[in-house]
């Protein structure tokens, strides 16, 4: 069974920063393309920022030059660094990873961590 699980939510003022986490486990070979993306209440969920195995990142028109993810194939962690967040940042954020476990290609989603930016 593979697991992802997102952590470092919380609530912080606007112009604050936040570090999010999102470590998979399990049986993994390999994880490919991993993304951050978001769900505010009513809204679409929408994609933050994406970063491949080589370290190859990614990011949505309105995280650009705020937002910044890295990854550790080691720890098979990847971060997402929010500085100068905004009321409108707030939201769920998942974690999804396209990855080979046990020899089979898998798309997994951790169950989410709440950011809340208040102004």
């Known amino acids: 069974q593979v697991l992802l699980v997102e952590s470092g939510g919380g609530l912080v003022q606007a112009g604050g920063s936040l570090r999010l986490s999102c470590v998979a486990s399990g049986k993994i070979d390999w994880i490919n393309l991993v993304a951050w993306y978001r769900q505010a209440p009513g809204k679409q969920r929408e994609l933050v920022a994406s970063i491949t195995r080589k370290g190859s990142a990614d990011y949505g028109d309105s995280v650009k030059g705020r937002f910044t993810v890295s990854r550790d194939n080691s720890k098979n962690t990847v971060y997402l660094q929010m500085d100068s967040l905004e009321p409108g940042d707030t939201a769920v954020y998942y974690c999804?990873?396209?990855?080979?476990?046990?020899?089979?290609?898998?798309?997994?989603w951790g169950q989410g961590t709440q950011v809340t930016v208040s102004s």
């Open positions: 999804n990873a396209e990855l080979v476990a046990g020899g089979f290609e898998r798309d997994e």
